[in-house]
C-alpha cells in the first residue's frame, strides 16, 4: 500500500506499534516502486531464511507478528517430475484418488494428484511443529495464528487461471479463548463469508489494536463489527 508518495508494508505499522515482526522468506512483493527496499526495511525487524520469533532479539513478553512461508505444495513440485521412476505414494493407491471431471482420468493425473496430496500432508506436519513450539513455550494461548496458501492447486484450470479452482483458497484462523471477544464468527464452524487478501491486514491491525490508515484497502473480516463483503 501507499501513502504520501511512500511505499508502506502493514507489518510496519505493527512494528512502530511495538511488535517484533519476522518474516521467513518470501519477499515478491510485486511492486518496482524506488522506495521499496525502504518499506521492507521498516516492516520487519528480521527478514530472511532464519526469520523467527524465537529470536533472542525479540524482548520478554514483546508480542509478535512473525510469517512462515512453504513451498511443498507449490506448482514447481510437479512440473519437476515425470511418471518414469516415480515412486509409490505410502497411503495415497492411485486407484482411490479423486480426478476432478475437467481433467482426464489417466494414470498421470492421478499420480500428479498423489504428489500433490503428498505435499499438503507434509504442510500439515509442518504446521503441526509450529504448532507445538508455541505450546511449548507458553504461546499457543497467546497467539492468533492464520494459516493459508496463496492460490489454487497445481493442476490445468487450478493457478493462474482464472476459475474457482485456481482462486478459491484454503483460510484457517486459530483464535485462543483469551482473544474470542475480538472475533464475530462462531468458533469451530467453516464459514462461507467472501473474503480477499486485501482483508488480510486491516484484519490483523485490528486484533492487534492498530488503527487501519483511511487509504488502506480491504476491511476487517473477523471483527464483531465486521461486515460481510458483497460478491
Excluded: C
Excluded at 524482548?59 to 512453504?70: C, I, L, R, S, T
Excluded at 511418471?83 to 509409490?88: A, F, S, T
Excluded at 499457543?140 to 484450470?157: A, L, M, N, Y
Excluded at 471477544?181 to 489494536?209: H, K, N, Q, Y
Amino acid at each position: 500500500m501507499a501513502s504520501a508518495g511512500r511505499a508502506v508494508f502493514f507489518p510496519g505499522l505493527l512494528r512502530e506499534s511495538g511488535y517484533y515482526t519476522t518474516n521467513n522468506s518470501k519477499t515478491d512483493y510485486n511492486t518496482a516502486r524506488p522506495d521499496k527496499r525502504r518499506g521492507i526495511d521498516a516492516a520487519w525487524d528480521v527478514s530472511g531464511g532464519k526469520a523467527t520469533y524465537n529470536n533472542g532479539k525479540r524482548k520478554p513478553g514483546q508480542p509478535f507478528f512473525a510469517v512462515f512461508n512453504q513451498a511443498s505444495v507449490h506448482m514447481v513440485r510437479v512440473r519437476s517430475f515425470t511418471l518414469e521412476g516415480r515412486r509409490e505414494f505410502e497411503g495415497l493407491p492411485l486407484d482411490e484418488i479423486f480426478v476432478p471431471p475437467f481433467l482426464p482420468d489417466l494414470l498421470e493425473v492421478r499420480s500428479d494428484i498423489a504428489l500433490h496430496q503428498e505435499g499438503i500432508n507434509e504442510v500439515d506436519q509442518w504446521v503441526k511443529q509450529f504448532l507445538d513450539d508455541l505450546e511449548a513455550r507458553g504461546l499457543k494461548e497467546e497467539t492468533i495464528v492464520f494459516f493459508f496458501s496463496d492460490h489454487g492447486g497445481v493442476q490445468p484450470r487450478e493457478k493462474a487461471f482464472p476459475y474457482i479452482t485456481g482462486f478459491r483458497v484454503p483460510m484457517i484462523v486459530w483464535v485462543p479463548e483469551k482473544w474470542r471477544d475480538r472475533v464475530g464468527l462462531p468458533m469451530g464452524e467453516a464459514s462461507d463469508r467472501l473474503i480477499g487478501f486485501e482483508d488480510l491486514a486491516p484484519t490483523v491491525l485490528s486484533l492487534a489494536g492498530v488503527k487501519a490508515p483511511d487509504y488502506m484497502q480491504g476491511h476487517d473480516m473477523l471483527g464483531p463489527d465486521a461486515e460481510p463483503k458483497k460478491p
